[in-house]
T-cell receptor, first 113, second 113 residues
Framework: DAKTTQPNSMESNEEEPVHLPCNHS???????IHWYRQLPSQGPEYVIH???SNVNNRMASLAIAEDRKSSTLILHRATLRDAAVYYC??????????????FGSGTQLTVLP | DVKVTQSSRYLVKRTGEKVFLECVQD?????MFWYRQDPGLGLRLIYF???????EKGDIPEGYSVSREKKERFSLILESASTNQTSMYLC????????????FGNGTRLTVT
C-alpha cells in the first residue's frame, strides 16, 4: 500500500495561511489523496480530496504536485478552531473496499492567538 | 448533515465482561466501520460492513466481533473484555466507493479494569 509522510507538528498564527505538507512518493495512478482532521475529543472529519487537479471547498484548498508525489493542504486563514490533527490518506479508486483507508499519525496543528 | 451516533461517550467495564458498543447512522449509508484509536498507533480498522449481515475483518479483528442486522446500526462486541482493549472506539459510515468520505461519530472511550 502507498504510504504518506507528514510532519509530526506545525504551528501557525491566527488569521494567517497554513500550508500542511504530505509526501506520498509511491502513489499510484489510481490513488486519490484525502485529508481528514480530528479536533480534540471528536472523531475525524473529512476535509477535502483530489486526484490530479487542485481542489477548493469551503474548508480548505488542496494543491497537488504535478508528479503527484506530494500535496499540500491550505487553510487560508487559520482560526483557533482549526487546531487539530490533520491526516493525509491515499485511497485507491479501483478498490471497492474501505480497507485501503489507513490513518497514519498525522500533523498536530497548533494555532497561536 | 450526516449524523453518526455512538451510544456511549464513556464506558467502564471489568475484565471478562461482554461489552456491546452501538453505532447508528441516519444517511442510509451502505458501509459502516469500527476503528480503535490509541496514542502512537493512530486509527486501526477492526471490522467493516458493506451491507446488512455482511462483514469483513479489518487489520485487528482479534477479540472482537460485529453485528449488522439493520442498515443503520452496526454493533461492536467484545466477547470477553481484556485490559488491552482499553481504547477510544470510533464508528464511521460512508457510501460505497473509496472516494466517498467517511463520517465519524465522536467516539466511545472504553476502560477495562
Amino acid at each position: 500500500d502507498a504510504k504518506t509522510t507528514q510532519p509530526n507538528s506545525m504551528e501557525s498564527n491566527e488569521e494567517e495561511p497554513v500550508h500542511l505538507p504530505c509526501n506520498h512518493s509511491t502513489i499510484s495512478g489510481t490513488d486519490y489523496i484525502h485529508w481528514y482532521r480530528q479536533l480534540p475529543s471528536q472523531g475525524p472529519e473529512y476535509v477535502i480530496h483530489g486526484l490530479t487537479s487542485n481542489v477548493n471547498n469551503r474548508m480548505a484548498s488542496l494543491a497537488i504536485a504535478e508528479d503527484r508525489k506530494s500535496s499540500t493542504l491550505i487553510l487560508h486563514r487559520a482560526t483557533l478552531r482549526d487546531a487539530a490533527v490533520y491526516y493525509c490518506i491515499l485511497t485507491n479508486f479501483l478498490s471497492g473496499s474501505a480497507r485501503q483507508l489507513t490513518f497514519g499519525s498525522g500533523t498536530q496543528l497548533t494555532v497561536l492567538p | 448533515d450526516v449524523k453518526v451516533t455512538q451510544s456511549s461517550r464513556y464506558l467502564v467495564k471489568r475484565t471478562g465482561e461482554k461489552v456491546f458498543l452501538e453505532c447508528v447512522q441516519d444517511m442510509d449509508h451502505e458501509n459502516m466501520f469500527w476503528y480503535r484509536q490509541d496514542p502512537g498507533l493512530g486509527l486501526r480498522l477492526i471490522y467493516f460492513s458493506y451491507d446488512v449481515k455482511m462483514k469483513e475483518k479489518g487489520d485487528i479483528p482479534e477479540g472482537y466481533s460485529v453485528s449488522r442486522e439493520k442498515k443503520e446500526r452496526f454493533s461492536l462486541i467484545l466477547e470477553s473484555a481484556s485490559t488491552n482493549q482499553t481504547s477510544m472506539y470510533l464508528c464511521a459510515s460512508s457510501w460505497t466507493g473509496p472516494n466517498s468520505p467517511l463520517h465519524f461519530g465522536n467516539g466511545t472511550r472504553l476502560t477495562v479494569t
